[in-house]
């Protein structure tokens, strides 16, 4: 990811979450990662999460990578 895109992933991440009505801790647990991961994610602090990480939030969002990133 370029830095000119602003966290794009972490802020769709953030809205889809947000969009379940899960807390960050509850999505955490939903994709069995930790808490402090998925928060780094949404602030931008983690800019390109690992595909393991991303695997495990696109299926507790019910979608693939794919459709995630874009």
């Known amino acids: 990811m370029e830095n000119n895109q ?3 992933l972490g802020k769709k ?3 889809l979450r947000l ?3 899960l807390s960050q801790d509850k999505f955490a647990r939903k994709a069995n990662i930790p808490y402090t991961t998925l928060t780094k994610i949404e ?15 696109a299926k507790a969002l019910n979608m693939t990578v794919d459709e995630l990133i874009k």
């Open 6 to 8: 602003e966290n794009k």
């Open 13 to 15: 991440i953030k809205a």
């Open 19 to 21: 969009k379940l009505e």
């Open 43 to 57: 602030t931008g602090v983690i800019r390109k999460p690992s595909v393991f990480v991303m695997a495990k939030i």
